[in-house]
């Protein structure tokens, strides 16, 4: 089973500044990569997937890189909105197994 | 717009079955293109996904659930169902259930039900 490893665990940043999450898979997962958001009582939002397509509606300050085993979530210019905790996931195809990262909480400075 | 809307039991007393029901509209499960899942969230902690079925009814557990889990689907009623047998403290937690593009990545997502477990 692939874990995934993020880091760091919480990350402070001031408005306004950029912000960079990682992500680490045990194993390769290729580009098989997502990353989430999730704010206090709400499900997770899916922001990127395949490492670096953003989903729908999510805006351009939102970018994902990597491949293979390292990956990173930047955010290039913090929003009030963008303070929550942030998951990433590897998907495998077959068979359809996820696994999700301990996640990574983004929060004001 | 399609929509997710879990339902069932807030309480669950310790070894007995969980059961879960998740109501979709806007998108029918039996589409070729979606798998559906479960993904749970013990307070204060982490995404843990329990499993999926795919629109040919085929499902998938995750290795540390699949002898507790069972996941069925009512294709008329556009209904997909969570049953998690023998559950204990461990099990409490607010389960969503959601959607996927092709078995790959969670794009929409229920509300999220809470469960607990307790006598």
């Known amino acids: 089973e692939t874990v995934m490893t993020q880091s760091p665990a919480t990350l402070s940043v001031s408005p306004g500044e950029r912000a960079t999450l990682s992500c680490r898979a045990s194993?390769?997962?290729?580009?098989?990569l997502a990353w989430y958001q999730q704010k206090p009582g709400q499900a997770p939002r899916l922001l990127i997937y395949?490492?670096?397509t953003r989903a729908t509606g999510i805006p351009a300050r939102f970018s994902g890189s990597g491949s293979g085993t390292e990956f990173t979530l930047t955010i290039s210019s913090l929003q009030s909105e963008d303070f929550a905790i942030y998951y990433c996931?590897?998907?495998?195809?077959?068979?359809?197994?996820?696994?999700f990262g301990q996640g990574t909480k983004l929060e004001i400075k | 717009q399609l929509q997710l809307q879990e339902s069932g039991p807030g309480l669950v007393k310790p070894s007995e079955t969980l059961s879960l029901t998740c109501s979709v509209s806007g998108a029918s499960i039996s589409s070729t293109t979606y798998y559906w899942g479960w993904i749970r969230q013990p307070p204060g902690k982490g995404l843990e996904w329990i499993g999926s079925?795919?629109?040919?009814?085929?499902?998938y557990y995750s290795p540390s659930l699949k002898s507790r889990v069972t996941i069925s689907v009512d294709t008329s009623k556009n209904q997909f169902s969570l049953k998690l047998s023998s559950v204990t403290a461990a099990d409490t937690a607010v389960y969503f259930c959601a959607k996927t593009v092709a078995g790959l990545y969670f794009d929409y997502w229920g509300q999220g039900t809470p469960v607990t477990v307790s006598s």
């Open positions: 194993q390769s997962v290729s580009s098989n």
């Open positions: 079925f795919s629109h040919s009814g085929t499902t």
């Open positions: 395949g490492a670096s």
């Open positions: 996931q590897q998907y495998d195809y077959w068979p359809p197994r996820y696994t």
